[in-house]
Each structure stands twice: as structure tokens, then as C-alpha cells.
């Protein structure tokens, strides 16, 4: 299969983590013979430092023209602190997930039995969990009307959302809990927001199509409190943009460290995968990012196109540097010396020789070569 990759390494850490998925992506071209061709564009703070625009038109068309983008992270510190800077980097990402209708997030979350004691939740809270959030991407408050009055002393953002809006991403939440075990929550604020009882009253309607599918409707300041509580409840969450950004950055506390979740974003025409992480700005080339999340959001491509055994394998090796401890700092208190760059090569390496035998674990710990 030939694929042609638009990649936006964007900002921060964002860089270094796709450089490791781009070396698993071509390891796994090279094993199974595909063709992967990467063109990269730029996005975010690095756009605007170049092109006073954190979107330049000729990265939207370089995403357009491809089968698939790959995603880094974007945000900057400095303007973060600076609520007054007119161009924001984030712009960059709000505008690609608009350009190309990528309305439907799904983000996975599942507790890997070598993390469980990483988490700061009790183990048998968070033994097995397995939930995909189907977060709403390009509607809601993060893209309706927004406005500052002239004295400077009153702001508004609104939250609109159509019915058309609601039943794609529906839809498809339910079938995905139709092939998984058929419970779907819809997580809203239907007792105070309007935009939330039309959530609710459109959801109720398609759910008369999936009878097999187990509906059931949670408050947003509910659904904070039972996903740490008692994760395993979840099957697929369904929710708008910004609740979906919340509950999925706090869901990460489950898996251990945000630096592991990776996500798909799909829309008619176009996909795109990135790790639901920022920009981590503070560790910016110092290799300790996690590139798990990036490594994985190759294989959630991977899968897009139907090249499961390929993805599989991408899978085993990321379970295996866990299972041995081969991580980055965040999960890694005993070896710190292992790098970004150490976990990427030992998952391109495991990718490329998947026996066990073959490891030598004495060079794994000294952040040496993995392979004998
Ligand atoms: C995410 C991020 C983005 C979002 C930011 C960087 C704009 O937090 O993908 O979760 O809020 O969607
Ligand atoms: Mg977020």
C-alpha cells in the first residue's frame, strides 16, 4: 500500500515524539512493504514565527492532498501567559480540524496491566478498563461566536450545536459500542444547557436504531467524579468538544501518564492522528517526553487503512516496553536515563525483530543498544 502522510510535528515536544512514530511507520514499511510517503508542514507557534499565521493555506493543502495527517502537539508557553496576543498557535489545530471536517475525536483508554500500579487511582479501581470517548470536534463552544467588548470588560463565547452535528458523531458511537459490549453514555449537562437537551433528545432518537446498544445519560460534573471512581463502568462516551477534552485529559490519571494517549479524528473526507497531549513546552528537546502516545496514534492509522497485523505489531512493541520498563520519566522512576529517543528505538527495534531472545536487558537499562 502507498500512503502519503501530511505530518505536522507543530510545536514543544511535538517534534521529537513524531520523529518516533515516524521510525516505527517505517520500520513497519519496510517489513510489510508498504510505500509511506511523509511531507511535512508547518503549524502552530513554529508557523508563526515563519509565517505570521499559525495555519499557512499551504499546510491546509498539503493536509487535504493526503491519505492521513499525523499530528505532534502545538501550544507555546509564551503565549500562553499572553492573553492578548492576537494569533494564537492553537489556531493552527482548531483551523486543520475545521478545514477538514475532522467533527468525530476518538480517543482510547485503556489500563495496561504493566501501568496499573503507576496511576495514582487504586488498582482494582482501574484493572481492565477500556473506554473509547467519542468527543465532538468541530462544534460547540470552541468554534461558536465569540466576542470582548470594546471596554475590555465583558466576554462571550457560545456553544452552538445543529442536530446534523450530533447525529454523525452519534451514529457512530453507536456502532462502535454495537461492536463492543453495547453500553453507551452520553455525558452532557442536560440540566442547565440547551445545547446539551438537544444532545439528549437527538441521541434518544437514533439510540431506536441500535436496540442492542444499552443507553445511558451522565451530568458532566457526574461523569468527572465516576470516571476515576469506578472507570470500568464505561464503554463509550459520548460527548461535546469541550467536555470531551476535559474528561479525556483527566482520564489519562487511569493509564498513568497523558504522555500514552493517542487519538483519531475523522471526518468525511480526511483522518488525522495526534496524542491528546499539548505541547509540554518546558521539556522542549530535552528527550524526556513520551513518544508512546505519538507511536500509538501510528497505529491508530494503521488501523484506519485496514493494516491491522501491522498496527498489532506496533501495539506488541509499545506493550513491551512498558512490560519493561524501557519509558520515559513520567513512568519511570528506577531507569530516568532512557530517553524519547531510547523508547523509540527500542520499539523500532522490537518491530523489527520481535523474539524476546534478542534482548539484551543490561543495554536496555544503560540506555544502550536493545538488540544483541
Ligand atoms: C486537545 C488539546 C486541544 C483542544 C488544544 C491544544 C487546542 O487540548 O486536543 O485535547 O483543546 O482540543
Ligand atoms: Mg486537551
Redesign the pocket.
Known amino acids: 500500500m502507498t500512503l502519503n502522510i501530511a505530518v505536522l510535528p507543530g510545536d514543544g515536544v511535538g517534534p521529537e515524539v513524531i520523529a518516533e512514530a515516524i521510525k516505527a511507520l517505517k520500520a513497519i514499511g519496510l517489513i510489510y512493504g508498504h510505500t509511506f510517503n511523509f511531507n511535512y508542514g508547518l503549524v502552530g507557534a513554529a508557523a508563526i514565527a515563519k509565517h505570521n499565521t499559525a495555519l499557512p493555506e499551504e499546510t491546509i493543502s498539503l493536509c487535504k492532498d493526503a491519505d492521513a495527517v499525523l499530528f505532534g502537539a502545538?501550544?507555546d508557553i509564551a503565549y500562553d501567559i499572553d492573553p492578548d496576543a492576537a494569533i494564537r498557535p492553537?489556531q493552527g489545530?482548531?483551523g486543520i480540524r475545521k478545514a477538514l471536517q475532522l467533527h468525530t475525536n476518538i480517543r482510547p483508554v485503556i489500563a495496561y496491566p504493566d501501568l496499573l500500579n503507576k496511576s495514582s487511582l487504586k488498582v482494582r479501581q482501574i484493572k481492565d478498563t477500556n473506554i473509547l470517548i467519542y468527543r465532538e470536534l468541530t462544534g460547540g463552544i470552541?468554534f461558536g461566536e465569540k466576542t470582548l467588548s470594546e471596554d475590555g470588560n465583558t466576554a462571550s463565547d457560545t456553544c452552538t450545536y445543529h442536530r446534523h452535528e450530533i447525529e454523525r458523531i452519534a451514529h457512530e458511537a453507536f456502532k462502535a459500542a454495537q461492536s463492543r459490549k453495547g453500553k453507551l453514555t452520553l455525558v452532557d449537562k442536560a440540566n442547565v444547557l440547551e445545547s446539551s437537551r438537544l444532545w439528549r433528545r437527538v441521541v434518544l432518537q437514533l439510540a431506536k436504531q441500535y436496540p442492542d446498544v444499552s443507553l445511558n445519560f451522565m451530568f458532566i460534573d457526574n461523569a468527572a467524579v465516576e470516571l476515576i471512581k469506578n472507570p470500568k463502568q464505561f464503554d463509550v462516551i459520548l460527548t461535546e468538544n469541550m467536555f470531551g477534552?476535559i474528561l479525556?485529559?483527566e482520564a489519562s490519571v487511569i493509564v498513568g501518564s497523558i504522555g500514552l494517549l493517542a487519538s483519531g479524528s475523522h471526518g468525511e473526507k480526511h483522518v488525522m492522528f495526534?496524542p491528546?497531549h499539548?505541547a509540554y513546552t518546558a521539556a522542549k528537546d530535552k528527550g524526556i517526553a513520551n513518544p508512546i502516545a505519538s507511536i500509538l496514534s501510528a497505529a491508530l492509522l494503521l488501523d484506519h487503512f485496514n493494516l491491522a497485523d501491522e498496527a498489532a505489531l506496533i501495539r506488541d512493541a509499545v506493550d513491551k516496553s512498558l512490560n519493561l520498563h524501557i519509558t520515559t520519566p513520567d513512568l519511570n522512576t528506577k531507569y530516568n536515563n532512557i530517553s524519547t529517543s531510547k523508547v523509540g528505538d527500542f520499539i523500532e527495534d522490537f518491530i523489527n525483530n520481535p523474539e524476546e531472545t534478542n534482548l539484551n536487558f543490561t543495554n536496555i537499562h544503560l540506555g544502550q543498544s536493545t538488540i544483541i
Open positions: 502545538i501550544g492553537e489545530l482548531l470552541y477534552d479525556s485529559e495526534e491528546i499539548g
